[in-house]
């Protein structure tokens, strides 16, 4: 295992319903991502949390709603999505160097998103 | 805009032989190169990373070159095994940003 884990595994919702998404790392790294993987599209990077705060969050629409409570938990929170969100949602995590550039990446094995 | 091209969305060679994937960039000066192998239904996981000073990277059977000027990144794996069979990644990354590309599904016939 790489040291991340995500619950759940596998979720199927409604438009109308909330749900989270849940991240833990316990490699000790201090960056936090959420990655969208839909089929035959390359990975999505939606957001970003360095130290706690959040530094990207690419075009993401609100119905996303990221949370960073402390540098080891990462969270998703959805609601009203659409079936297009429909994909394989992957938390990773890394240990960023003043010096810049995101050093590898671990990712943990995704939560496998249906909206119907 | 910035773009990544895995010349190949899939490859099949024969075990034993030496598989040869490509990641070309357009538009995007990285400081890092990277190449990860997912397998389905899991996330993917990091092989090699290799920073923009550098020519070559090796790694057991594995083996990265980053050519900055070509704009290219060449990964091989040498002697390779049916366990080799997956999709492979490359990721380019600099500063806070990072970006995929598509990835090439690579098969290892015995």
């Known amino acids: 295992e790489t040291g991340v884990t995500q619950t759940p595994r596998h979720l199927v919702m409604g438009m109308t319903n909330k749900k989270s998404l849940k991240c833990e790392q316990h490699l000790g790294h201090n960056a936090m991502y959420w990655y969208k993987q839909s089929a035959k599209k390359p990975l999505e990077l939606m957001f970003v949390y360095n130290f706690k705060e959040q530094t990207e969050n690419n075009s993401v629409p609100s119905r996303f709603s990221p949370e960073c409570p402390n540098s080891s938990h990462l969270f998703l929170h959805l609601h009203t999505l659409q079936p297009e969100d429909s994909a394989l949602y992957l938390c990773?995590?890394?240990?960023?160097?003043?010096?810049?550039?995101?050093?590898?990446?671990?990712f943990g094995p995704g939560t496998r998103l249906t909206v119907t | 805009s910035q773009k990544i091209e895995q010349n190949s969305e899939a490859l099949n060679i024969q075990e034993g032989k030496t598989a040869t994937l490509t990641c070309n960039y357009t538009?995007?000066?990285?400081?890092?190169l990277q190449w990860y192998r997912q397998d389905p239904g899991r996330g993917p996981v990091f092989l090699l990373l290799?920073?923009?000073?550098?020519k070559e990277k090796r790694k057991e059977r594995l083996k990265v070159t980053f050519d900055t000027t070509l704009k290219q990144s060449l990964f091989h794996i040498t002697a390779s095994q049916p366990a080799d069979s997956a999709t492979y990644l490359c990721?380019?990354?600099?500063?806070?940003?990072?970006?995929f590309g598509s990835g090439t599904r690579l098969s290892i016939r015995p």
């Open positions: 990773a995590s890394s240990q960023v160097s003043l010096a810049g550039g995101p050093d590898e990446q671990y």
């Open positions: 290799i920073r923009e000073n550098e």
């Open positions: 990721a380019l990354s600099s500063a806070s940003k990072i970006i």
């Open positions: 538009n995007y000066s990285p400081a890092y």
